[in-house]
């Protein structure tokens, strides 16, 4: 199986079934989450959800489409990273400091966190990533997407009510 199948199929499919499983249960968890999700109204969350998964596709995209888009491959890396990362916090976190299930840890340590780090290893064994490149680019796109979620919601929010 290439890499490029890989980031085809399976990254879509997993980022799409995580997010599906925290568009049903995040905004009602949300309203007893305490400090680890402001609560949220269903339509500005689903909002923000479709523009993320619709960002995760277009990586997606752009990684096997263009593969010599060096930046482009990068952002699609940092994604992955991220996905890992948002497994383990908030969604593990907050699962173990509120002592309850938090929607969206199911998918993300089931799908996300294998899928991606299979793709990822493989792209380092392969030499098309650099440990440090993976690195600077998951931190990026991590604080991109932290900086744009909650503009996602207010833009959510406008649109839908």
Known sequence: MTTSLLLWVF?????????????LWLPGWSQQAGRFHKPV????????LIVVTLLAYLSTFIAVAAPSLWLGRQVFFG??????????VPHLAAALLLRRYAPGLLT????????NSTILFQAIATGELLWWHLVVSTVA????????LPLFFRIGKRVIT
């Open 41 to 48: 109204e269903q339509s500005e969350f689903l909002f923000a």
């Open 108 to 115: 993300g340590l089931a799908l996300l966190v294998p899928i």
């Open 79 to 88: 994604f992955l990273g991220a996905m890992i990362l948002n497994a383990f």
């Open 11 to 23: 990254f879509p499919m997993g980022i799409t079934l995580h997010n599906l499983e925290e568009a």
């Open 141 to 148: 796109v991590a604080a991109a997407l932290l900086i744009l």
